[in-house]
């Protein structure tokens, strides 16, 4: 019985090479010392895998940016636009994730999107007509000699041939189908190569095959391998899946020539039923996927015994792997020196979970696995109560009736009451609530959290910019207020610490895109409430105006979906009990005078599982609850918000519509406004403010420009029903570019009120 794991964090356990990448960005340090911390980075990933005994070590998981993005140079997909730059073939590379303007020329970047399920970002492969796909660069090799070199034969990874068509964006008139035998002839060379090279097994990354497949996919999948395969290499080839299972296609991977099959059997919940059912090839080895790869829990070896035990009866040859790359978790918990060990013995961070396979090999292949003391150690931990349970909290969840999730009177009759009660304009206008987080708000913010300034400090500078900030909107005339968030650093991990049941990391990075990193607040025992988290805030920020000042929350699903979530109870019944929290947030708002009050789910369409078969079982049925737990218990004169980050609802816009919140506001500027002729289709119910302006760019937007936008919302959304904002949150922006911003954004939605009088 052997290890592997499908790849490892690569930003450096103290995140070296971020900080490297921005110094070089910034033009301080040469290309050589950036290529030597990626070195020594490199070299220290090899060496803790190799000290903890991993068998399947991988090379080529390593990236200055992004796994997709090296695909694409490696296969040559590099826009003329770039290559035109005639920068160095790193700084082509870096033009392509990051944009480029110089003297040499001004591009944009490639698209990101995100990855799967998963929080990372990947940079979005583009095809136009004139690509000649081919192979073109060395990366993959060199990686693989520079750890041959250094002792170690590694399992080169790559992402494979199907994944890479199906992600990438066509811009021309050819599609995925003109590329194919390119493709192949170019995977075929890698294959080829890497014979040559002495690599015993090389990984493909084929994650495309977990989601919902035509047969157009499956023939295209088919088409693809069968062809690569067919040539004669003498490395050994591991098609590699992750993220879910393979329901749609566990046939087809088994009649082709793959000497290994890598299936998730963590998320990938079909898996076992599809290989206990077909049966699994026996010339074949299964890399079973039975750690963890995206969440920080220790692994409970009682259960992956027996997933490995009943494998075994159909598989000869089984390899212990992780469930995905563990590229999403933090590096290692060495470097956590604040966590109390009663926390940290249950959590397993990257460098730890090389442990866990480890002790999972020496049990299995022990004469008795049980009686091993790692299996033992292992057994305790997880009969210990773990979690800090608050009974009360658990038994109100339990106690949840129908009636608690519908809010009295229905839309209709709420909106008549609102409307009489704020007599706001026809085309209200607002934002979405955090105003420029300027360089002097986080250094107060810091020096409060550091102990050098007083809480009385902190609050009169809290205050000084709230009213700043209300005067600022009134001079501009916009219609319903926010206080600005100042306060907060992050819209999760500011609830996250004002609530009991999570628990903080100090150094648990883990990679979102390129050089940016996020570090997620742990779910760790029941979520409760320990104090009122905004009130103080909004109601001070009421009493200056006598405007309607909107209360700002973070609604439930997004707070869960951007936290570690726990394993020992469902996603939701953590999603109900931070709900319940929250809820009790929002009662408090209104019963101090806050009559408006937003709960942003920004993230709620992030976790739509990858099927949409999925949907509605695994999560709209209890994410849309959810949100309606939260604002069910308001008067009808209190007016509900929600904000969501992208447009793209389209497909769940009946669920969007059920959350029953009074008004949406959403990004709409940068889409092609079709979600628009969706909320006509639908009759969509809640008022909308479809975004008018791109927050994510420093432009002005011109009067004209926002009317433009606003009379072709006009042309689907009903006046009464239509709000006037930007698309999100101004707090990346600064005050040179929002100021004029919403000035014109108020302008316009004046000039279309006497138009529309
Ligand atoms: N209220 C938050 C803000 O304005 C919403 C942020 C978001 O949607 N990502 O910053
Ligand atoms: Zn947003």
Known sequence: MKTSIIGYPRIGSLRELKFASEKYFRGEISESELQNTAKQLRLANLTIQHQNGLDFIPSGDFSFYDGMLDTAVLLNAVPDRYRNLGLSELDTYFAMARGYQGEKGDVKTFAMKKWFNTNYHYMVPEIDDNTEIKLSGNQPFELFQEALKNGVKTKPVIIGAYTFLKLARYTGNKTAADFVDAVISAYSQIFTKFSELGAEWIQIDEPCLVMDMTSVDKELFVKLYKKILSGKYSVKVLLQTYFGDVRDCYSEICSLDFDGIGLDFVEGKKNLALVKESGFPTEKTLFAGVVNGKNIWKNHYCNTLTTIAELQKYAKNIVINTSCSLLHVPYTLKNETKLSESYQKHLAYAEEKLLELAELKKIITSETPIETEEYQKNTRLFSEPRSSANLDVQNR???????????????????????????????????????????????????????????????????????????????????????????????????????????????????????????????????????????????????????????????????????????????????????????????????????????????LREKLPLRKSDWKTDYLDWAIPAFRLVHSGVKPETQIHTHMCYSEFSDIIREIDDMDADVITFEASRSDLTILDVLKENNFRTE???????????????????????????????????????????????????????ENLVHAAKELRNENL
């Open 397 to 603: 969840v339990a106690n949840l009736t129908d009636a608690d999730f519908i809010r009295l009177p229905a839309f209709a009759e709420r909106e008549i009451i609102q409307k009489e009660r704020f007599q706001l304009p026809l085309f209200p206008t607002t934002t979405i609530g955090s105003f420029p987080q300027t360089a002097d708000v986080r250094a107060a913010r810091a020096s409060f959290r550091k102990g050098e300034i007083s809480e009385k400090q902190y609050d009169t500078y809290m205050k000084e910019k709230i009213s700043e900030c209300v005067a600022l909107q009134e001079n501009i005339g916009l219609d319903v207020l926010v206080h600005g968030e100042f306060e907060r650093n992050d819209m999760v991990e500011y609830f996250g610490e004002c609530l009991n049941g999570y628990i903080f990391t100090e150094k648990a990075w883990v990679q979102s895109y390129g050089t940016r990193c996020v570090k997620p607040p742990v779910v760790w025992g029941d979520i409760s409430r320990a104090k009122p988290m905004t009130v103080k805030w909004s109601v001070y920020a009421q009493s200056l105006t006598d405007k309607p000042m909107k209360g700002m929350l973070t609604g439930p699903v997004t707070i869960l979906n951007w936290s570690f979530p726990r394993e020992d109870i469902s996603l939701k019944e953590s999603a109900y009990q931070i709900a319940l929290a929250i809820r009790e947030e929002v009662l408090d708002l209104e019963a101090n005078g806050i009559n408006i009050i937003q709960v942003d789910e920004a993230a």
């Open 688 to 742: 909308v403010g479809p975004g008018v302006y791109d927050i994510h760019s420093p432009r002005i937007p011109a009067v004209e420009e926002i009317k433009n936008a606003l009379h072709k919302m006009l042309d689907r959304i009903p006046a009464e029903k239509l709000w006037v904002n930007p698309d999100c949150g101004l707090k990346t922006r600064g005050n040179a570019e929002t100021v004029p911003s919403l």
